[in-house]
């Protein structure tokens, strides 16, 4: 799954968001630091820092300590760690969040019973 994306981000730590294939907008790396206040870390680390905030682990069969995925149903976004490199996708609407779920289960494997019972209305933000 590639989301193929540059991130543009500027000195006062404004970035610009790409589009991937299916139109969603997605952030990288520095940018993605950015949106959570946080910087780097292991994949561990992420998961400790989005858990708490409203975000659920997508399991898949290479979850490890330099790879994870967490979704968060009520911002309809998506976050990805693999090897340091930092990758968000946020969706404009429910259709756009379904098509990107669609592409992880089609990649990784549809995602545990659990997943499906996240409450869509969290109010955690990202």
Known sequence: ???????????DGSCNA????R???VLSNEAVDAVFGFIRGCADAYARRLLP???QAYKTLHDNSQ???????GELAIMTYDNVDR???Q?????????????????FGY???DFSEINPLASATV
């Open 18 to 21: 790409a589009l991937n294939d």
């Open 87 to 89: 990758t968000l996708v």
């Open 67 to 73: 790879f994870g995925i967490w979704v968060h149903v």
């Open 53 to 55: 905030r409203g975000w």
């Open 1 to 11: 799954m590639t989301n193929e994306v540059i991130s543009d981000c500027k000195t």
């Open 23 to 25: 139109g969603n907008s």
């Open 111 to 113: 995602a545990p019973l």
């Open 91 to 107: 969706c404009a609407d429910e259709d756009a969040f379904q098509a990107e779920l669609q592409t992880l289960a089609e990649f």
